[in-house]
């Protein structure tokens, strides 16, 4: 932005979180797993490809199924999948791992996850991240370039850990579910993702409107 005594840089996130989500999220859903409360449940979302190195978290999953019971949904599809799926049974993990496929609202399955897990080489904005931050999962990220570092953060309000290393990624999953819950707002936490606040910042770039709140 120029004309305001120099140049100023200020980044708008899409806007994805919604209170409607906290209505998707409330539907029924029916899955075995759920009525297991004694064994974690980790969840991961998005396109089964390359660059979101499902490789590594497949890995690092096995390695943590050797220090605790837990279970790995994986909501989404791709061309990774048949080689996906020959790892897991490689890895003999199969019992533990399920490949749901793709799913018109992922929502209630996320909100009852004990933690969200990225496991992405590089990424844009990763908008479910955001959204599993909205939803109050406790979640995992892999420190890759884009957005992930900003949207926890860096840290504060998730486990960040290098990209491509399943030491890191075992590690990390491992403390998430050992941590508490975050006490603060996640409405607040996320409160840069909302409809409102990205419309009232837009508004302010181009000095449209005065602005309901201060968002610089």
């Not at 009232?200 to 449209?208: A, E, P, S, V």
Request: charged share 20%; hydrophobic share 45%; net charge neutral.
């Amino acid at each position: 932005i120029t004309g305001l005594g120099g140049t100023r840089i200020i980044t708008v996130y899409p806007a994805c979180a919604a209170p409607m989500m906290e209505k998707k999220a409330a539907q029924v859903v029916e899955h075995p797993w759920l009525a297991q409360p004694g064994i974690p449940l980790i969840i991961s979302v998005g396109r089964l490809t390359r660059h979101k190195d499902y490789r590594t978290l497949l890995h690092a999953f096995s390695h943590l199924l050797k220090q605790r019971p837990a279970r790995l949904l994986i909501l989404g599809d791709g061309p990774d999948r048949a080689a996906l799926e020959t790892l897991v049974k490689a890895l003999a993990i199969g019992a533990f791992v399920e490949f749901h496929g793709h799913v018109f609202n992922p929502y209630p399955l996320m909100a009852r996850a004990d933690v969200f897990v990225t496991s992405a080489r590089w990424e844009g904005f990763p908008q479910t991240l955001a959204e599993a931050l909205y939803l109050g999962v406790k979640v995992v990220a892999t420190d890759a370039p884009g957005d992930a570092a900003d949207i926890l953060q860096q840290g504060k309000y998730g486990t960040l850990v290098p990209p491509n290393d399943v030491q890191a990624l075992t590690q990390g999953m491992e403390r998430a579910l050992d941590a508490l819950p975050i006490e603060e707002d996640n409405t607040k936490i996320c409160r840069r993702f909302m409809a409102s606040y990205v419309a009232d910042t837009y508004l302010r770039i181009f000095n449209l409107q005065q602005s309901r709140r201060e968002v610089f």
